[in-house]
T-cell receptor, first 113, second 114 residues
Framework: GNSVTQMEGPVTLSEEAFLTINCTYTATGYPSLFWYVQYPGEGLQLLLK?????DKGSNKGFEATYRKETTSFHLEKGSVQVSDSAVYFC????????????FGIGTKLQVIP | DGGITQSPKYLFRKEGQNVTLSCEQNLNHDAMYWYRQDPGQGLRLIYYSQIVNDFQKGDIAEGYSVSREKKESFPLTVTSAQKNPTAFYLC?????????????FGPGTRLLVL
């Protein structure tokens, strides 16, 4: 079956530091890949997505590239802000009929001033 | 404004009591989902519905029930059979049954046991 692996954290960074949150996956076929963000006490919001190999998703300074050869979709940001403190979820979805979205465990990011 | 609303924000359940969590969407989405979120476990799928009057069990359906009588509404009942109901519950929707992967989430309901 499908699976998504990411570190739970917390990841603690100083403001303006470089961020990488690793995400690797196991899936058959050619899944779409997603990063969702959850701010404290709220639901999840789509941050970015990529639907095929070598695609780069980007939004709000965050980027992730769909690497089929390494089955990875690592999230990066060049300079984090305190407002980026949240939990980040990597997820995948396989096309073809109904298939559920598979979420990773979520990585908590804390950015300190 | 289109979106998903969940109510209440906090819900307290007494021993042996059934409680119902509300989820409403005005996005005209066909598919709706209920997830349970526990610390360190990510999101787990409870039930999903691809179309009105149809729903399917997810990975952890025991102790829960749902209905989908209207496209806009997908209420979740936590029954007394659910022995560990304390969690954060998230409702989501997606544009069609093929899902396309992108889900839109409500703000969540936190259920606590008295």
């Amino acid at each position: 079956g499908n699976s998504v692996t990411q570190m739970e954290g917390p990841v603690t960074l100083s403001e303006e530091a470089f961020l990488t949150i690793n995400c690797t996956y196991t899936a058959t076929g050619y899944p779409s890949l997603f990063w969702y963000v959850q701010y404290p006490g709220e639901g999840l919001q789509l941050l970015l997505k990529a639907t095929k190999a070598d695609d780069k998703g980007s939004n709000k300074g965050f980027e992730a590239t769909y690497r089929k050869e390494t089955t990875s979709f690592h999230l990066e940001k060049g300079s984090v802000q305190v407002s980026d403190s949240a939990v980040y979820f990597c997820a995948l979805h396989n096309s073809g009929g109904y298939q559920k979205v598979t979420f990773g465990i979520g990585t908590k990011l804390q950015v300190i001033p | 404004d289109g979106g998903i609303t969940q109510s209440p924000k906090y819900l307290f359940r007494k021993e042996g009591q059934n409680v119902t969590l509300s989820c409403e969407q005005n996005l005209n989405h066909d598919a709706m989902y209920w997830y349970r979120q526990d610390p360190g476990q990510g999101l787990r799928l409870i039930y999903y519905s691809q179309i009105v009057n149809d729903f399917q069990k997810g990975d952890i359906a025991e102790g829960y029930s749902v209905s989908r009588e209207k496209k806009e509404s997908f209420p979740l009942t936590v029954t007394s059979a659910q022995k560990n109901p304390t969690a954060f519950y998230l409702c989501a929707s997606s544009i069609d049954r093929g899902q396309k992967g992108t889900q839109y989430f409500g703000p969540g309901t936190r259920l606590l046991v008295l």
